[in-house]
């Protein structure tokens, strides 16, 4: 059983908050828009895995160390993860056809700055957007997502609102 935080569009933004709500996570995922390489470093830090995307707003450091798409399996739970992905019916270009072919059990995407956790029935996978952490941005609400992933399932996922 690993417990899962999910973060995204920080934009170079530190919350000293990410690491209290993220304390006790096997693995943190940045779905992309990290900003620099010291909230990545920061981020490192808090738990015993990190991993990331790079997103649209990256540059050069940030995209030289880590890559646009990411497909990983733990617990069981395949996972696919990039920044701009989009939600079923709504999918980025080029995205639904990625999915068809790896059949992810959960796809992660940031990008939108808009908060989705929702089913893709088509596709048997559960899509979550964690919406934007970071104060950059027109969001209201700033958030972060936390699940589990235990032998192929994925349970107690969990959506943390941050003031703006």
Known sequence: MKKIGIISDTHAWWDDR???HFAG???IW???DIGNDDIADRLEAVAPVFRAVYGNADGASLRRRFKEMETFVVEGVKV???HIGGYPGKYAPGIKSRLELSRPKLFVCGHSHILKVMPDRSLGCLVV???AAGVQGWQVVRTLVTLTLDN???THAQVIE???
Do not use: F, Q, R
Request: proline fraction near 5%.
């Open 80 to 82: 696919v993860m990039t």
């Open 30 to 32: 940045h779905a992309g």
């Open 25 to 27: 996570c096997d693995e």
């Open 162 to 164: 941050l003031a703006k």
């Open 152 to 154: 192929g399932s994925i």
């Open 18 to 20: 990410y690491a209290e």
């Open 129 to 131: 957007n964690p919406g």
